[in-house]
């Protein structure tokens, strides 16, 4: 999951989630999963975000 995040594009990131959990086969059959699957990625990208924010400001802190 972490080499989905360091990617240069928001789209090069969402081709490698999608890759990543086989979400292009599971789409065709299960469409709610697939709609699941985006929401989990909208968040887990934010949740990496604000991460990051906090590691960079503390370490600002700190050094």
Not at 2 to 15: H, I
Not at 25 to 43: N, S
């Amino acid at each position: 999951m972490g080499t989905v995040f360091v990617r240069e594009t928001p789209e090069a990131s969402k081709a490698q989630w999608r890759a990543a959990n086989g979400d292009d086969q599971l789409r065709a059959k299960l469409p709610k999963l697939g709609a699941l699957m985006d929401e989990c990625f909208v968040q887990a990208k934010k949740a990496a975000s604000h991460f990051a924010a906090l590691v960079f400001k503390n370490a600002a802190r700190l050094g």
